[in-house]
Nanobody, 124 residues
Framework: QAQLVESGGGLVQAGGSLRLSCAAS????????MGWFRQAAGKEREFVAA????????AYADSVKGRFTISRDNAKNTVYLQMNNLKPEDTAVYYC?????????????????WGQGTQVTVSS
């Protein structure tokens, strides 16, 4: 079992930055493939970024590539999502997720555990 708790969301102007945190308990984050997803109002949950496996390889959605960075601090058992140059279309609830099984990193069904989400609102 694992529990994930996101924090760091908020209201920011376009062009600004936020850093989301995902604190894990129950298992080390290094034992999972960790990912971030987001869901805007009225839309399906979509992939944002992930670690490909327990190593350092990462993957990003085209819409955030070059602006967002996923990172991990194993000592703090926490995964981060640094978001720079935010745009109004980045407005969504952001979710942290952890996967123990194989599968496409971009697919929500691959992930075993989810956080409760944190709201990010970008004003124009």
């Amino acid at each position: 079992q694992a529990q994930l708790v996101e924090s760091g969301g908020g209201l920011v102007q376009a062009g600004g930055s936020l850093r989301l945190s995902c604190a894990a308990s129950g298992r080390p984050v290094s034992s999972f493939r960790m990912g971030w997803f987001r869901q805007a109002a009225g839309k399906e949950r979509e992939f944002v970024a992930a670690f490909a496996w327990t190593g350092g390889s990462t993957a990003y959605a085209d819409s955030v590539k070059g602006r967002f960075t996923i990172s991990r601090d194993n000592a703090k058992n926490t995964v981060y999502l640094q978001m720079n140059n935010l745009k109004p279309e980045d407005t969504a609830v952001y979710y942290c997720a952890a996967a123990l099984r194989l599968g496409l990193l971009t697919t929500p069904d691959t992930y075993n555990y989810w956080g409760q989400g944190t709201q990010v609102t970008v004003s124009s």
